[in-house]
């Protein structure tokens, strides 16, 4: 599906995340800032924080079944942040330098979240059969489909299990209709490039110890993907005219573009216009993820 375009460059189409997806369902101008304008956003330390446990987690899978025990995964945590730092120096900022007593408290608070998956399930009793896994497809209107799964496990029946950690500390009931869309998103990725429905989409709500298990089928994968086309849709009329509306809702209070929002009096950007997939190497929606 990626098509090369010249020696060490790829060109990719616009393809739909779930992120963008419920961003444009949220708010179609939040989803403009973010995937046509690629405006910046600066990450809250939760945020940074979701990211290095996903990362130790997904590390904890790499060791041998014996290892996965909740010191290993704390002894985990300093090297996967320090990695992340590494790539992403600007991060650094987010503390007053090395001995913030901030960044302890916040470690420690990463390692609770740890601890809490521990109390969810034995990683020691089942072995995954990939983590963070790029999927991509197409759907027979065009529309391609692209994201990262936490975690795929699959029974020796072939029944698949899709995964996904939540350690973020959004209002329980609108994390929730987003965690379901998002897996729904994936279970239909899944069930399109295997053929197989999966059989469980598993919410780990690692802050609150808590997971939620969810059955999809068949039906329900069909009417979803209409959904998906007809967001698609949407999107694509509005690229078209720059006619992204803002839709406040108390979301507006966890959103960094309120400033230049005109819901909230600001002025946003001239419209950049919609991107081609054709002209460049990559369009600004194929680095919406
Ligand atoms: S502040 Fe609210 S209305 Fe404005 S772009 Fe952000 S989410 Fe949309």
Redesign the pocket.
Known sequence: MVEPVAAGQERRRPALSPSRASDFK??P??YR?RAVDRLPETPTRAQVRGTVVHSVLERLFGLPVSERAPGQARDLLLPAWKDLLADQPELGELFDGPDDPELARWLESANALLDAYFELEDPRRLQPEACELRVETELDSGVLLRGFIDRVDVAPTGEIRLVDYKTGAAPREIGEAKALFQMKFYALVLWRTRGEVPRQLLLMYLADKQSLAYAPDEAELRRFERTLEAIWQAILRAGRTGDFR????R??DF?D??PR?P??GGTPPPYPGWPEPDPGPESALDRAD
């Open positions: 949220q708010c101008l939040l800032f803002p839709n406040p809702s979301l507006c959103c573009h309120k929002c819901a909230h």
